[in-house]
C-alpha cells in the first residue's frame, strides 16, 4: 500500500531572482549527457543559442574528452548516439 501526502506546501521566491531562478531574469537551456553511473557532462546554454549540427558535434568531442577524464575504463566502447541516429538539424 503506497500512502501520497497532497498537501500543497507554498514556495518562497527571492524577489531578486524573477521567479526563473538566476540573477539576470533570462532563461538558460540545460544540456546534459549522463550513463547509468551520473551526470558526465553538462553545458549550460543561453535562451537565443540553438543546438544546430555544428554544436551537437561540439558536444560529442567535450564528451568524448570528458570522458576520457571521467570514465577511463569507456575508453575501447564507441560511443554512439541510439539506433545510430543523425543529429537533429533545422532545414
Same mark, same amino acid.
Given at each position: =500500500?503506497?500512502?501520497?501526502? =497532497?498537501? #500543497?506546501?507554498k ?5 531578486? &531572482?524573477?521567479? *526563473? ?6 532563461k538558460r /537551456? *540545460?544540456? /546534459?549527457?549522463?550513463? *547509468?553511473?551520473?551526470? !558526465?557532462? #553538462?553545458? /549550460? &546554454?543561453? $535562451?537565443?543559442e %540553438? %543546438? ?6 561540439? #558536444? /560529442?568531442a567535450? +564528451? $568524448? #574528452?570528458? +570522458? %576520457? !577524464?571521467?570514465?577511463?575504463q569507456w +575508453? %575501447?566502447r564507441?560511443i &554512439? ?7 537533429h538539424?533545422?532545414?
Amino acid at each position: =500500500m503506497r500512502v501520497v501526502n =497532497m498537501q #500543497h506546501r507554498k514556495t518562497r521566491v527571492n524577489a531578486d &531572482l524573477n521567479g *526563473l531562478g538566476n540573477s539576470d531574469g533570462k532563461k538558460r /537551456i *540545460l544540456c /546534459i549527457w549522463r550513463d *547509468l553511473e551520473g551526470a !558526465v557532462y #553538462h553545458e /549550460i &546554454l543561453k $535562451s537565443n543559442e %540553438i %543546438i544546430n549540427n555544428a554544436r551537437y558535434q561540439q #558536444h /560529442i568531442a567535450n +564528451l $568524448s #574528452h570528458t +570522458l %576520457i !577524464v571521467k570514465r577511463p575504463q569507456w +575508453l %575501447i566502447r564507441p560511443i &554512439l548516439p541510439p539506433y545510430n541516429a543523425t543529429p537533429h538539424s533545422p532545414n
